[in-house]
């Protein structure tokens, strides 16, 4: 069975710092992606990064970095110069394209706080 | 522009009363689902669909039924709606069932009483 792990339900960073929100997962599928969505209070899910197995580099996009480490089945991710904006949940998932049958698996969230 | 819309947003209803809510997306995608969220449990599939006419079920599926008749709608039906399926729920579709971000749907936050 695939199961995502968020260990953090809360984390608190001071602005234009750098944080890291922590994923690990589990699978039995040889091919896979990584999702991670972030929802602000308004509720809606916004699509940030996508890291697929066979990547051979880290997934970046802006301010977002997938540290993607697949032996230890970890892809968290990295925020740099973190924003009053950032203040949101996030989740990580996961899509496995073998027996997994390809739907898309969520962690429970972490819910990120940036101090001003 | 590109997006899933879903109707309504907000919905307090009563235990028995059938209701549906409505998903549409206007990017020809072929996958289509329904999640709920709720608190600390993060998202569960309900229902997901591949294409026209072919669903299937996901983590949670009862008490809810869904039907694919046209490509761009994909509406969930509550027949018996009860307080346990009070929740956050999300449409969403992509291209395709594997190798694709999905797209999200803004929500419809359902109490029933």
């Known amino acids: 069975a695939q199961k995502i792990t968020q260990t953090q339900p809360g984390m608190f960073v001071q602005e234009k710092e750098a944080v890291t929100l922590d994923c690990t997962y589990d699978?039995?599928?040889?091919?896979?992606?990584l999702f991670w969505y972030k929802q602000p209070s308004s509720g809606e899910m916004i699509f940030l990064i996508y890291?697929?197995?066979?990547?051979?580099q880290n997934a970046t996009e802006g301010r977002y970095s997938l540290n993607f480490q697949k032996a230890r089945k970890s892809a968290n991710l990295v925020i740099s110069a973190s924003q009053l904006g950032d203040s949101a949940m996030y989740f990580c998932?996961?899509?496995?394209?073998?027996?997994?049958?390809?739907?898309?698996?969520f962690g429970k969230g972490t819910k990120l706080s940036v101090k001003p | 522009e590109a997006q899933v819309t879903q109707n309504p947003r907000y919905l307090i209803t009563v235990t028995g009363k059938k209701l549906t809510v409505t998903c549409s997306q206007n990017?020809?995608?072929?996958?289509m689902s329904w999640y709920r969220q709720d608190p600390g449990l993060g998202l569960r599939q309900i229902y997901y669909?591949?294409?026209?006419?072919?669903?299937d079920k996901g983590d949670v599926p009862e008490g809810y039924k869904v039907s694919r008749k046209e490509k761009r709608n994909f509406p969930l039906i509550l027949e018996s709606p009860s307080p346990n399926q009070t929740s956050l729920y999300f449409c969403?579709?992509?291209?395709?069932?594997?190798?694709?971000?999905?797209?999200f749907g803004p929500g419809t936050r359902l109490t029933v009483t």
């Open positions: 969403a579709s992509s291209l395709a069932r594997v190798g694709y971000e999905q797209y």
């Open positions: 699978t039995s599928d040889q091919s896979y992606g």
């Open positions: 890291q697929g197995s066979y990547d051979e």
């Open positions: 998932a996961m899509r496995g394209y073998g027996g997994s049958q390809g739907n898309l698996i």
């Open positions: 990017m020809n995608h072929e996958y």
């Open positions: 669909s591949m294409n026209v006419e072919v669903t």
